[in-house]
């Protein structure tokens, strides 16, 4: 089995993505509440702040900010995904039957450099749905901390419209 090497830096910011089995589209409807739950056991237990989020059907991009003491995202994603995967199945939201698998097995992370970094992760983060063809304004898309990024004044309402959007070079 290959020893994956892993950035580890105590207090700082990660971009992740996290990719369903196959690509199947289990992260929608009541399985978006669900996930909302775990998530927010999961930061009660293990505290992280969470920067940006976003949900489509087969994968979630998100970049957490890490206390200051601790560099321990693998344990939190771990458990997010293992709370997500029993309890989805126990409520059969999942719509799958015979796999007991949820996730693809691995995840993958980005210790963010500086705030030039942090900025283009989390303009490609928000931009992901319009990418993927979801829709057409990143204001569109609901499972997104987008919202709250509007709120808050970090971004403007109309940021991310296609033939508006950023020219922050991000990319996959």
């Known amino acids: ?10 207090g700082a910011r990660y971009s992740f993505t996290v990719v369903t089995k196959n690509r199947r589209p289990m992260l929608a409807g009541s399985n978006i509440e669900l996930l909302r739950e775990i998530v ?11 920067d940006g989020w976003v949900v489509l ?31 989805s ?15 693809q ?5 980005h210790l963010i450099r500086d705030e030039s970094d942090w900025r283009r992760q989390m303009d490609y983060l928000h931009f992901n749905p319009v990418k993927h063809g979801m829709v057409a ?10 919202h709250r990024l509007v709120r808050e004044g970090f971004y403007e309402s ?6 508006n959007q950023p020219d922050s070079g991000f990319g996959e």
């Open 1 to 10: 089995m290959p020893n994956y090497r892993r950035a580890h830096a105590h």
């Open 40 to 50: 927010a056991r999961v930061r009660v237990a293990l505290p992280f702040r969470i």
């Open 57 to 87: 059907p087969n994968h979630m991009h998100a970049i957490w900010h890490l206390p200051e003491h601790d560099c321990n995202y693998s344990k939190r994603l771990g458990l997010i995904k293992a709370e997500f995967s029993k309890e």
């Open 89 to 103: 199945r126990l409520s059969s939201c999942t719509g799958i039957r015979g796999d007991a698998r949820v996730w």
């Open 105 to 109: 097995p691995r995840f993958w992370e």
């Open 137 to 146: 304004r990143v204001c569109d898309w609901p499972f997104s901390s987008f």
């Open 158 to 163: 109309d940021w991310g419209i296609v033939g």
